[in-house]
């Protein structure tokens, strides 16, 4: 699992944990001091923010264990997969661009970093050097021919 994705994960964990066992408590027990909890708008809402954050964590906790069960050494080695770094021809606009695949925690687009779940992540795994490929993007479909590829392997 890549170390960076997991220590933001962690990070959020842990924020999440302080605020559920340190903060959160203070405020129920200020809340529940003024009184008559049936209308007590603060202890509804520190209640309702506990109910949010206790779900956070739960998924933060799940996907956590799921990127620590994924088996790196059965990522192909001639296939376009999570780790790549590609070189694409965008054929609609005439330019190059380049992509590395990462995990959804890591992405930012900005830098180039695109998540293996995006609609173009997803439309180009497995995909090898010389394959055109289509994606249906939220702003249309996209062409792009696969110019250049290096795996995890090849870093």
């Known amino acids: 699992m890549p170390e ?9 964990i842990q924020r999440i944990e302080y605020e559920l066992h340190n903060e959160l408590p203070k405020e129920l027990k200020t809340a529940i001091a003024m ?25 933060l906790q799940k996907r956590l264990h799921d990127l620590a069960m994924v088996d790196l050494s059965r990522i ?5 997969a999570f780790g790549s770094r590609v070189v694409l021809y965008d054929l ?3 330019a190059e661009i380049k992509y590395k695949l990462v995990s959804s925690e890591e992405s930012d687009v900005g830098k180039g970093l695109i998540s293996t779940t995006s609609p173009i992540g997803r439309g180009l795994m497995g995909k090898q050097v010389g394959d055109v490929v289509k994606v249906q993007t939220p702003a249309g479909v996209k ?13």
């Open 35 to 59: 009184g008559d909890l049936s209308e007590n708008a603060e202890y509804h809402m520190a209640k309702q923010r506990q109910e949010i954050l206790r779900a956070r964590l739960e998924q």
């Open 4 to 12: 960076e994705a997991k220590k933001k994960l962690e990070e959020e």
């Open 92 to 94: 609609q606009k005439g």
């Open 76 to 80: 192909p080695r001639d296939r376009i």
């Open 143 to 155: 062409e792009f021919e696969v110019l250049k590829l290096n795996t995890i392997y090849d870093e």
